[in-house]
């Protein structure tokens, strides 16, 4: 490793005394001289070695720093992820395009766990030893982070998870970053919308969901909202990627359900509402965060006339700073804004903005502890209007809690927002 320098041949020790710089030394210096000659050349070591290589840091290096991703590209919920997955892509390129972070260029690795948590275990050892990533995003459903809570803090390596469990935030974990409002408080907010703004009396409220952990999370978040309105709650399990929902629709007719939150992604919630429609039943529907996107539109068609979704991030077509210059972005890379039609999109992007706006902070020193240690700094971050502002601390670690409630417009095929940005009430 040391050959191009003379460190170790600035001592040598024989039978006979000490050596230096070749030639015999005229008197034998006695143990205690010898003892601090070795660990004065021990130190010299140390330091060239850490001065002129400097030492290995994962995924960094002179020239590139290496960001992953752990979502799912080929499973249930890949028509989502694919939005999220374009974005940070595109985003970094238009920041390898700028000249990098701090002389670096950004690699984007892809790992696909098809939102399965012992996929996503898998796929963090890979990018954590193989890979060898400073930061990721993902995994495909928050369970896979809630898998992962220790292996995290083991590695030390910052997270911005896609899921939007409470369990990711609270208590804070050191190395997690969240930069949206819960499941629990989208759902809050789209129950606090029916009760004040539509002010409907008496509802019969349902939710819809599938048995994993960000389903878990909207049916918890919606029994809690329910008992804050003192009113029932019927719950329906659906899985991702069911073709058929018949039966849970017949249940909730039956049960006279007149508001149904669908707690799920846009392609199941579709054949939802399509159900719905067959059987003559026209409910309210109060879509999450993977609800609000242009496919459910599309595919649910006329159906979709009567929806309502909450969202923690803006939508493409909206009149900000922040959109216009993700639109401007998106162009130069991609021949249209269709991969702008998803909420996922925003997700990826914003991610995105607060991986870069960290890693700008960290300075030169980059690591996964400096990363994380100048997140920590980032305080009303402002993304131009594609969320509200973002602040992380040693004790927060949910940088912004705000939603927005938008309605389906089945003409623009887009949804239009009916409120400003919002938290859930408190009485």
Avoid at 265 to 279: E, N, P, Q, Y
Avoid at 331 to 342: C, E, G
């Amino acid at each position: 490793m040391f050959d191009n320098f003379s460190v170790f041949s600035v001592v040598s020790f024989d039978n006979t005394g000490v050596r230096e710089g070749g030639g015999t030394m005229k008197r034998l210096l006695n143990s205690k001289y010898q003892l601090s000659i070795v660990l004065l050349s021990v130190v010299l070591i140390v330091l060239l070695s850490s001065q002129l290589y400097g030492e290995d840091v994962r995924g960094v290096t002179d020239d590139t720093i290496k960001m992953a991703i752990i979502g799912d590209v080929t499973g249930p919920v890949a028509d989502t992820w694919k939005y999220g997955i374009a974005s940070f892509r595109t985003y970094f390129q238009y920041v390898n395009d700028q000249g990098g972070i701090h002389g670096r260029k950004v690699k984007v690795i892809v790992e696909d766990d098809r939102a399965n948590v012992a996929l996503s275990v898998a796929a963090f050892k890979k990018i954590v030893y193989r890979d060898k990533a400073l930061a990721f995003i993902g995994t495909g459903q928050g369970g896979g982070n809630i898998a992962l809570f220790n292996q995290i803090e083991k590695e030390k390596i910052p997270n911005i998870p896609a899921g939007l469990e409470l369990r990711l935030s609270s208590p804070p974990k050191k190395y997690i970053f969240c930069t949206g409002a819960t499941h629990e408080d989208a759902v809050a907010v789209l129950m606090d919308y029916a009760m004040k703004d539509m002010k409907v009396t008496n509802p019969k409220f349902g939710v819809v969901y599938p048995d994993i952990e960000f389903g878990k999370a909207g049916m918890q978040g919606a029994i809690e909202r329910a008992k804050f309105y003192n009113v029932d709650m019927h719950r329906e399990v659906l899985n991702v990627g069911a073709l058929d929902a018949t039966s849970q629709i017949l249940n909730l007719k039956k049960a006279k359900v007149d508001y149904i939150i669908v707690q799920h992604i846009a392609v199941t919630a579709a054949g939802l509402i399509r159900d719905a429609r067959k059987f003559g039943y026209e409910p309210t529907f109060l879509g999450t965060q993977w609800v609000c996107s242009q496919d459910l539109i599309k595919l649910a068609g006329k159906g979709a006339k009567n929806t309502y979704v909450s969202n923690i991030y803006g939508q493409w077509h909206e009149d900000t700073p922040g959109m216009a210059k993700t639109r401007e972005i998106t162009l130069k890379y991609h021949k249209s804004l269709d991969i702008m039609t998803d909420s996922g999109y925003f997700q990826g992007w914003v991610a995105a903005m607060v991986f870069t706006e960290g890693m700008k902070r960290a300075g030169k020193d980059l690591s996964g502890e400096t990363l994380m240690n100048a997140m920590e700094t980032i305080k009303d971050f402002d993304t131009g209007g594609i969320c509200g502002p973002i602040t992380f601390g040693k004790e927060n670690r949910r940088g912004q809690k705000y939603v927005r409630v938008y309605k389906a417009d089945i003409d623009k095929i887009r949804f239009m927002p009916v409120t400003g940005w919002r938290m859930p009430v408190t009485k």
